[in-house]
């Protein structure tokens, strides 16, 4: 059965950093496109960052510079290394499989706040 | 950066009634090599993570009911939900996954019971 459970979500203060995981099970991280998507409180789902079966990564302008995707294959986890943290980066962090996503994660909260 | 716009924002239709949302994008998202247009619809309820519905723009995911259908090429596109049940009660979005992402989402549509 495929499956993603993320963690690693957390209050931090501006000016902060974290690191969120998504452990898979039921299938390889890196024989597909692996991504994160975030919902802030009551808004919709914004696009975040992307990782393609070669490495290639992919980030929003929102988060360009400051997050950083990655995996651990023999880990089979998908990472989200996220720095200078702002409010507006607080959200729902999903960790999603596939372009179109065919499995969502449960998500793990980030509140940015002082 | 392709921009993807629903509407209506909200939506009431009685139970039983068809229910329609629409979603335009701001390019074509139709790869004239493979004919396929690069557009999923998603289903989201209250404190869930959003799931599946459509992807290929018309592609039923598996184990989703055939009210549901999706339709469109190119720029417009439409989630049509044949005959409304009160557990389609939901936000729905659509999302680009053409050529190189960002993978862009609409602003989503709330649709109600009238």
């Known amino acids: ?29 890196s024989s597909t496109y692996m ?4 919902q802030a409180p009551g808004k919709g789902l914004e696009w975040v960052s992307l990782i393609k079966t070669d490495s290639t990564t992919y980030y929003a302008d929102s988060v360009k ?12 986890t998908l990472y989200l290394q996220m720095n200078s943290l702002r409010p507006e ?15 969502w994660g449960q998500g793990t909260l980030v509140s940015v706040s002082s | 950066d392709i921009v993807m716009t ?10 039983g009634e068809r229910a329609t949302i629409n979603c335009k994008s701001s390019q074509s998202v139709f790869y004239s090599s493979n004919s396929k247009n690069y557009l999923a619809w998603y289903q989201q309820k209250p404190g869930q993570p959003p799931k599946l519905l459509i992807y290929w723009a018309s592609t039923r995911e598996s184990g989703v009911p055939d009210r549901f259908s999706g339709s469109g ?23 680009e996954y053409y050529g190189i992402p960002p993978y862009t989402f609409g602003q989503g549509t709330k649709l109600e019971i009238k």
């Open chain 1, 89 to 103: 980066d607080t959200a729902v962090y999903y960790c999603a499989k596939d372009s179109y996503v065919s499995y």
């Open chain 1, 1 to 29: 059965e495929v499956q993603v459970v993320e963690s690693g979500g957390a209050l931090v203060q501006p000016g902060g950093s974290l690191r969120l995981s998504c452990a898979a099970s039921g299938f390889r991280v």
């Open chain 2, 73 to 95: 090429s190119g720029t417009d596109f439409t989630l049509t939900i044949s005959s409304l049940q009160a557990e389609d009660v939901a936000v729905y979005y659509c999302q």
């Open chain 2, 6 to 15: 629903q509407s209506p924002d909200s939506l009431a239709v009685s139970l």
């Open chain 1, 35 to 38: 991504s994160w998507v975030r």
């Open chain 1, 65 to 76: 510079g400051r997050f950083t995707i990655s995996r651990d294959n023999s880990k089979n």
